[in-house]
């Protein structure tokens, strides 16, 4: 696997890299995102990618379930750096379609160590859903939970986003804006959801 990403590499030298290169030869000495983007690690979902951004215009965090933390140094200290030092004038929490984490809300993780402290992050966005929906009986009924809880869970981690002092006063001055976006693998499409 790893000759493969050699090989990979050497077909973008020669087909972005030396064609770009006064582009990447800027991005060797500074960095100017205007963009935080808090995202699934989720192979499927690649933030250049499915929004067509170049190399240098996205800061990007990503872990299992496109969570935030409200009590992790590794995602505050991210945080901290992109709104304070590289000034970015938008974060955005994006989730997406058949999502592993939040799927695994709804199974036994007793055996993981790590995975079910992490998705606990997540599990009041399912609580809300299932007080909303009542069970969900039927397949087109769990597909819409499956789905409720994604863009739930998105709202939720917008709420934890806006319990860090910096983003809160950031956004009450009007410097900062946070957005919630949906990512459908179906149909490769990005939805503003909040």
């Known amino acids: 696997m790893i000759e493969s990403f050699i090989e990979g590499n050497k077909i973008f030298q020669e087909q972005d890299f030396e064609r770009k290169k006064d582009r990447y030869m800027q991005l060797t000495t500074q960095q100017h995102p205007t963009v935080l983007w808090i995202g ?3 192979s499927r979902v690649n933030p250049e990618r499915i929004t067509h951004c170049r190399a240098g215009e996205l800061f990007t965090h ?3 379930g496109n969570i935030v933390p409200t009590h992790d140094w590794n995602f505050a200290t991210v945080l901290e750096y992109a709104v304070k030092h590289l000034k970015v004038k938008d974060i955005v929490i994006c989730g997406h379609s058949d999502c592993g984490a939040l799927n695994a809300l709804d199974v036994d993780m007793s055996k993981d160590a790590y995975i079910p402290q992490w998705i606990n992050n997540a599990r009041e966005a399912q609580i809300r859903v299932d007080a909303r929906l009542g069970e969900a009986k039927t397949p087109e009924e769990k597909a819409a939970r499956k789905k409720e ?3 739930e869970n998105i709202k939720l981690q917008l709420e934890h986003l806006r319990s860090y002092p910096l983003v809160s006063l950031a956004e009450e001055k009007g410097c ?3 957005h919630g976006l949906y990512y459908d693998l179906k149909t490769g499409a990005l939805s503003k959801i909040a």
């Open 176 to 178: 900062l804006h946070v």
């Open 40 to 42: 699934c690690s989720d």
């Open 149 to 151: 809880i994604e863009y």
């Open 62 to 64: 990503r872990n299992i």
